[in-house]
T-cell receptor, first 114, second 115 residues
């Protein structure tokens, strides 16, 4: 069964600092990979996704992620954190052609300090 | 108006009661899903439907049932609610189109509390 591991349930950074949220996936077939963000009392919103092609994927709000097959990783980064980035972030994968049957990580709560 | 609408947004009920959570979508997608979110566990798939005549169990379907009334409507039922079904429930949709990776579009969630 597929699994997604997000390292660190809570990450705290200062405003302007680098944001790094870690994600490792388990799929043995070419995965589709996603990062979603959830703001308080809201649903999940897609940040970015990797399907095929370029391994460095750019998303909304200045976030990007790099697919590294050799490390089975899809870490999310942002060069400079903003207070509005405070939210919970979820990494997810779907293996092969299992469209929509996403397996989610446990989530990482990002706190941004002034 | 939201593309994926869930009702009710909040519900408090008692153990043993029957509860239905409803989801409707205007995105025209053929695939619909119900996920459950618990703190520290992420989202887990309860049921999914790839079209009106196709219903499939997810990883945590025990204690739940679903109905796909139309392409745009997918409801989740708890026949006899228990406290450990207290959670935030999300409906989601996706389209069957190569290259999308099956991106999910989520509703705003239904918070259920079972006392």
């Amino acid at each position: 069964a597929q699994s997604v591991t997000q390292l660190g349930s809570h990450v705290s950074v200062s405003e302007g600092a680098l944001v790094l949220l870690r994600c490792n996936y388990s799929s043995s077939v070419p995965p589709y990979l996603f990062w979603y963000v959830q703001y308080p009392n809201q649903g999940l919103q897609l940040l970015l996704k990797y399907t095929t092609g370029a391994t460095l994927v750019k998303g909304i709000n200045g976030f990007e992620a790099e697919f590294k097959k050799s490390e089975t990783s899809f870490h999310l980064t942002k060069p400079s954190a903003h207070m509005s980035d405070a939210a919970e972030y979820f990494c997810a994968e779907t293996g092969g052609t299992s469209y929509g049957k996403l397996t989610f990580g446990q989530g990482t709560i990002l706190t941004v300090h002034p | 108006d939201a593309d994926v609408t869930q009702t009710p947004r909040n519900r408090i009920t008692k153990t043993g009661k029957r509860i239905m959570l409803e989801c409707s979508q205007t995105k025209g997608h053929d695939r619909m899903y119900w996920y459950r979110q618990d703190p520290g566990l992420g989202l887990r798939l309860i049921y999914y439907s790839f079209d009106v005549k196709d219903i499939n169990k997810g990883e945590i379907s025990d204690g739940y049932s679903v109905s796909r009334q139309a392409q745009a409507k997918f409801s989740l039922s708890l026949e006899s609610a228990i406290p450990n079904q207290t959670a935030l429930y999300f409906c989601a949709t996706s389209e069957t189109r190569r290259g999308t990776g099956g991106e999910l579009f989520f509703g705003e969630g239904s918070r259920l509390t079972v006392l």
